[in-house]
């Protein structure tokens, strides 16, 4: 039996990454908390750069990327703020538009990192063409390209979501914005089973959750767009952006809204996770196939899924008893076979997983 995590071989922005911040050596394999999608004022945020840095270092995240429109944030006069322990990330969001024949200005956006000069963004066309043209742009700037908030403005189908998915690795399935739609409704698919839509058409894309926040004066209330919503958590071996960012290439990571997970690791034979319990909360791990079906649902703090060979792909996805959520990335399982050395270079970079320290996320704070 084949099982291939999604991923393929390092983007171009490899080149420039290691510029990035600063290095952090760690000693041994550690979760990262990180935040890919936040705004200031220097966009349309509400508070300016050092202030929301200092929010992100004083929650517990260990990388940030200020994602401001149209405009790359450098971390270099942010130091002081994010002190030794916060990784900032240079990145933009490219603020596309479609204009179709109907007379419609349909928001695209996608999130580019660690690119090497500011994006331009594409406005014109169909959501379909505009997507593609903006992942195209990023691409050439060398960066990493984040597909944001897909139901805003109702503005992409699964169709114009798999034109565009050889260039895009990863996809917004949750959102703390209150305007985007993350569920879908009316018709349209929920953003995660827009993921489910690509991952059973074989594009080998991860989901992640974000703030995309713009709120951090005055009251946090569930129409304002607040900090401390949607995270990833990333395994890396060093505390490096450069690490960071290659383990949001290869999927090593896990998006949550709340959930924290202990470990999470692929054998030859399954695909198994151990989350780490909060309070008095209790869990339910459901494992997802091809066609977004749920293959299984368990109980209690651990849950494993031993691989048939038929699923396509297999994901997890983490309820806790308050509905907050983990997903981990897809396992692809197609028929054949495929060798143990093979497979822990694809699947397990950092071995069982065995000593790796989690984040702390019981903070609560919104």
């Given at each position: 039996m084949r099982v291939a995590r999604?991923?393929?071989?390092?983007?171009?922005f490899c080149a420039v990454v290691?510029?990035?911040?600063?290095?952090?050596?760690?000693?041994?394999?550690?979760?990262?908390?990180?935040?890919?999608?936040?705004?200031?004022?220097?966009?349309?945020?509400?508070?300016?750069?050092?202030?929301?840095?200092?929010?992100?270092?004083?929650?517990?995240?260990?990388?940030?990327?200020?994602?401001?429109?149209?405009?790359i944030t450098e971390p270099a006069p942010l130091a002081e703020a994010a002190g030794p322990d916060l990784l900032l990330v240079p990145a933009e969001e490219v603020t596309g538009l479609a204009l179709p024949s109907d007379g419609r200005k349909v928001p695209v956006h996608v999130n580019a990192f660690v690119p090497r000069e500011v994006i331009p963004p594409f406005k014109g066309g169909t959501p379909a063409e505009a997507l593609a043209q903006n992942v195209a742009r990023a691409r050439a700037a060398g960066a990493l390209v984040l597909v944001n908030h897909p139901n805003f403005g109702w503005a992409l189908t699964a169709d114009d979501l798999?034109?565009?998915?050889?260039?895009?690795?990863?996809?917004?399935?949750?959102?703390?914005?209150?305007?985007?739609?993350?569920?879908?409704?009316?018709?349209?698919?929920?953003?995660?089973?827009?993921?489910?839509?690509?991952?059973?058409?074989?594009?080998?894309?991860?989901?992640?959750?974000?703030?995309?926040?713009?709120?951090?004066?005055?009251?946090?209330?569930?129409?304002?767009?607040?900090?401390?919503?949607?995270?990833v958590v990333v395994r890396v071996a060093e505390r490096t952006p450069a690490a960071?960012?290659?383990?949001?290439?290869?999927?090593?990571?896990?998006?949550?809204?709340?959930?924290?997970?202990?470990?999470?690791r692929a054998t030859e034979a399954s695909l198994e996770l151990t989350i780490e319990p909060q309070k008095s909360f209790r869990y339910r791990t459901e494992f997802v196939g091809s066609g977004g079906r749920v293959l299984a649902s368990i109980e209690g703090e651990s849950a494993s899924w031993r691989f048939r060979g038929d699923e396509g792909y297999v994901r997890a996805r983490v309820t806790d008893s308050m509905g907050r959520r983990a997903w981990?990335?897809?396992?692809?399982?197609?028929?054949?076979?495929?060798?143990?050395?093979?497979?822990?270079?694809?699947?397990?970079?950092?071995?069982?997983?065995?000593?790796?320290?989690?984040?702390?996320?019981?903070?609560e704070s919104r």
């Open positions: 999604g991923f393929l071989p390092a983007l171009a290691p510029s990035i911040g600063a290095a952090q050596p760690a000693s041994g394999p550690v979760w990262l908390k990180g935040s890919l999608h936040t705004h200031t004022d220097r966009s349309d945020g509400d508070t300016a750069p050092e202030v929301v840095v200092r929010w992100y270092r004083e929650h517990g995240y260990g990388f940030l990327a200020i994602t401001d429109h149209d405009r798999k034109a565009a998915a050889p260039g895009f690795r990863l996809l917004e399935i949750f959102s703390g914005h209150p305007l985007v739609h993350f569920l879908g409704g009316g018709g349209a698919l929920s953003a995660e089973a827009l993921w489910d839509a690509l991952l059973t058409a074989g594009h080998r894309v991860h989901g992640a959750a974000v703030d995309d926040s713009h709120h951090f004066a005055g009251e946090c209330t569930p129409a304002r767009a607040c900090p401390g919503r949607g995270w960071v960012l290659a383990a949001l290439e290869r999927g090593d990571f896990y998006a949550s809204n709340g959930v924290a997970l202990r470990d999470v981990t990335q897809p396992v692809f399982v197609p028929d054949g076979g495929l060798g143990a050395e093979e497979l822990r270079s694809r699947l397990s970079p950092h071995g069982t997983g065995a000593g790796l320290r989690p984040v702390s996320e019981t903070d």
